[in-house]
């Protein structure tokens, strides 16, 4: 049996821009990518902590230590800039395997979106 898992988690980050005019996505600075095992592309569930927002999106790489965290297109509208939220990932894993199995959780300077 296979279950599904929290894989990564960037937890509390801080909203820096939202561009209702691009055609979808979040923008994510490429050290939090890295750092919390997330790739280009990738579907990402997002909880805004300010007015609890739910909704899922993908994935696209930010200008590396800029700290960037850009919602893009529809998800613009579920967010505010200086909104703080959590960005998740999940992953499909033997049931055996999920018992053991680590995520990358991370936990980054709510101020500056820089990792500590």
């Known amino acids: 049996m296979m279950i599904q898992v929290i894989k ?3 937890h509390r980050v801080t909203v820096t821009e939202a561009n209702l005019q691009y055609i979808g996505s979040v923008t994510i600075d490429e050290n939090l990518m ?14 805004n902590n300010n007015n609890g927002e739910r909704f899922e999106t993908y994935v696209i790489k930010g200008v590396r230590g800029s700290g960037t965290i850009c919602l893009n297109g529809a998800a613009a509208r579920k967010v505010q800039p200086g909104d703080v939220v959590i960005i998740m990932s999940y992953a499909l894993v033997d049931f055996e395997e999920a018992k053991t199995f680590k995520p990358a959780i991370v936990f980054p300077d709510t101020a500056t979106n820089k990792l500590v």
């Open 8 to 10: 990564s988690k960037l």
């Open 34 to 47: 890295d750092a919390a095992n997330l790739i280009e592309g990738e579907k990402v569930h997002i909880v």
